[in-house]
Each structure stands twice: as C-alpha cells, then as structure tokens.
C-alpha cells in the first residue's frame, strides 16, 4: 500500500490507495436487486451503487467518486463542485457503514406511479398530484441515464443546499427501496426512488 497526497478544497487529505476496482464479493453484496425481474439494467445498476457507498463508503469515496466529474454532455461540471467535495468529507470521515438496500414491491409501485407521472406533465420536484401519497422518503434524478449518473447525481447533490436526496440514499434506518426510470417530458429522463 502506498500513500498520495490529494486535495479536497482547502482540505489536503492523505489517501490510501486501494486496489482501484470492487472485489466480486463486494459487487454481490450491493447487487441487491440482481434478481427483480421487474427492473431494469440501470435501475439494478443506480441501486448497486448506492449500496456500495452505504456498504464502503471509504472504499467508494476512493474508487467511484475521486474522478467522477458528471456526464460528459454537462462538461464536468462537479469539477468546482463544493458539494462533491463535501461528500467526499463525508464519506472519507463521517460516514459509518450501513446495511445495504433491498427491493420492495410496494415501494415499486410508488415509485413507478410518480415517475410516470412526472414524465408525461413534465414536472419536477416530490407533489403528488395523482398518485397516492405514502410513508417513506424519496428522491428524485433528472436527465441522467446510467445507473452511475442518477446514484451519482443524487448522492452528491449538487446545488441542493439540504442534501436530503444524499441524506436518504445513506440513511442506515431505510432498508428498503423502489426505483423506476423513465422519459420525462422535459428532463429528458427521470428516476424516482421511495425508500423505507
């Protein structure tokens, strides 16, 4: 093991350097929804990740989030990004880890009922206008399209001053989820995910 030197900010931290990908253990054990026939590749694939930040938050600090600047048809735009740099604080300092998601069928249906909602009115945001209201917290990623991209955009939370999607995705007292991504009138795309 070696040790660089890198800088979050103002903040120079001392890394070790982990071997630079996931062991297959570690893919299987976030891998939770694998087997949801339901789901789509990039929804499993947006839970996987989540996973493994809640799994390893240290290990994904290193691995997915040190050279992760967005899309590239947003022109790296985390690269000042102060709210990537307070997660990667949080991750590499704060976060403790917690036990990873699982799949829920009712959590399913919530999600998938608002995601299709929004898609076709073109809104954004958490009102409910037909579909049933629930007990459980829920995020909601605009324009990304790989399972990366809507874990990344919604863990980092860039320009939401509350972090609350970053709050619910390592939330270690959800232990469920349902995601459901779809097209979305304006964004393009839109993701929902109801945790419980």
């Known amino acids: 093991m070696k040790n660089i030197c890198c800088s979050v900010g103002f903040l120079f931290v001392v890394l070790t350097v982990l071997p630079q990908s996931w062991t297959e253990a570690e893919r299987k054990k976030a891998n939770t929804c694998s087997e949801v026939d339901e789901l789509e590749a990039n929804e499993k694939e947006a839970i996987m990740y989540i996973n493994l930040a809640r799994l390893y938050p240290k290990k994904f600090a290193k691995i997915e989030l040190t050279n992760y600047w967005g899309p590239e048809k ?23 880890p917690v036990t990873a998601l699982f799949w829920d069928e009712e959590l399913q249906a919530f999600a998938a009922c608002f995601a299709e909602e929004q898609g076709a009115n073109g809104h954004m945001g958490h009102q ?61 795309f839109c993701t929902v995910i109801d945790l419980y």
């Open 74 to 96: 947003y022109n790296r735009y985390l690269e000042d990004s102060e709210y990537k740099e307070s997660l990667m604080d949080q991750l590499l300092f704060d976060q403790e």
């Open 128 to 188: 409910r206008k037909n579909c049933p209201e629930g007990n459980f917290a829920e995020c909601c990623a605009y324009d990304m399209e790989t399972g990366l991209d809507i874990a990344m955009q919604l863990l980092v939370d860039h320009q939401v001053p509350s972090l609350g999607h970053r709050e619910n995705c390592l939330n270690p007292e959800y232990t469920k989820v349902g995601i459901k991504f779809g097209p979305h009138k304006k964004a393009n």
